[in-house]
C-alpha cells in the first residue's frame, strides 16, 4: 500500500527559482489538499481539490500554483522562489469531505529551504 | 480561525497520564485529531462528531463538547509509543467556516522511560 507518495523528499532552491512538488496517490481519493507546516504554527492549507479539473485556494495560496489533471496525481508549484516559502509541505488525500467525516492520509513530506 | 491548543508542550514519565486541551472560537461541525512524529507524516487518530460522543484509539480517547466548542484528547497510561507532536482539526458548522478544517498549532508531547 504505497497510499500518498511525494517526491523529493528534500530540496534547496535559490531565491527566484521555480520547482513543482510531485503528489500522487493510489486509493482513487477525489479530494486531495496540499499543507505547509511552519514551525510552532500547525498546518496551513495553501490549495486543495475535490476532483479532476476542480482546484480552489486554500487560507495561504500566494505564491504557489495547482493542477489536477488526474484523480491520482496533485502537483504544487513554485514560481520565483523567496525565503519566506521555506518550510515543510505535506500533500494529503481523503475519500470523501470533512462533513463525510473522512479522515486526511499525509504523505511523508517535502522539506523545502530557499537561501 | 486556528483552534487554541493547551498546552504546548508536556512531558510524562511512562505509565502516566495526559489530558490534551482543543478550543474553537467557532462553532464546530466535528474535530479531528492527529499525531506526529518527528520527521513524519501526521496520522490520523480519530474523529469527533457532534453529540459529545467519546472515541477511542488503543489507550488513547477524546471528547467533543459542542456547546463549549472544545475537544480533549486523554492519554493513559502513557507508552514511549505516544512521543510526537498532536494536533487537532476543527471543522467549521456554519457560515464561511462551514466543512473548513483549520488545524491546531499543536502539542508537543514526550514520553520518557
Known amino acids: 500500500n504505497a497510499g500518498v507518495t511525494q517526491t523529493p523528499k528534500f530540496r534547496i532552491l535559490k531565491i527566484g527559482q521555480s520547482m513543482t512538488l510531485q503528489c500522487t496517490q493510489d486509493?482513487?481519493?477525489?479530494?486531495m489538499y496540499w499543507y505547509r507546516q511552519d514551525p510552532g504554527m500547525g498546518l496551513k492549507l495553501i490549495y486543495y481539490?475535490?476532483?479532476?479539473?476542480?482546484?480552489d485556494k486554500g487560507e495561504v495560496p500566494n505564491g504557489y500554483n495547482v493542477s489536477r489533471s488526474t484523480t491520482e496525481d496533485f502537483p504544487l508549484r513554485l514560481e520565483l522562489a523567496a525565503p519566506s516559502q521555506t518550510s515543510v509541505y505535506f500533500c494529503?488525500?481523503?475519500?470523501?469531505?470533512?462533513?463525510?467525516?473522512?479522515?486526511?492520509?499525509f504523505g511523508n513530506g517535502t522539506r523545502l529551504t530557499v537561501t | 480561525q486556528q483552534p487554541v491548543q493547551s498546552p504546548q508542550a508536556v512531558i510524562l514519565r511512562e505509565g502516566e497520564d495526559a489530558v490534551i486541551n482543543c478550543s474553537s472560537s467557532?462553532?464546530?461541525?466535528?474535530v479531528h485529531w492527529y499525531r506526529q512524529k518527528h520527521g513524519e507524516a501526521p496520522v490520523f487518530l480519530m474523529i469527533?462528531?457532534?453529540?459529545?460522543e467519546q472515541k477511542g484509539h488503543e489507550k488513547i480517547s477524546a471528547s467533543f463538547n459542542e456547546k463549549k466548542q472544545q475537544s480533549s484528547l486523554y492519554l493513559t497510561a502513557s507508552q514511549l509509543s505516544y512521543s510526537g507532536t498532536y494536533f487537532c482539526?476543527?471543522?467549521?458548522?456554519?457560515?464561511?467556516?462551514?466543512?473548513?478544517?483549520?488545524f491546531g498549532q499543536g502539542t508537543i508531547l514526550t514520553v520518557h522511560p
Open positions: 486509493m482513487n481519493h477525489n479530494y
Open positions: 469527533l462528531l457532534k453529540g459529545g
Open positions: 482539526g476543527s471543522v467549521g458548522a456554519g457560515g464561511t467556516s462551514y466543512g473548513k478544517l483549520t
Open positions: 467557532k462553532a464546530l461541525y466535528s
Open positions: 481539490s475535490v476532483g479532476a479539473g476542480i482546484t
Open positions: 494529503a488525500s481523503a475519500r470523501g469531505t470533512t462533513t463525510d467525516n473522512s479522515p486526511l492520509h
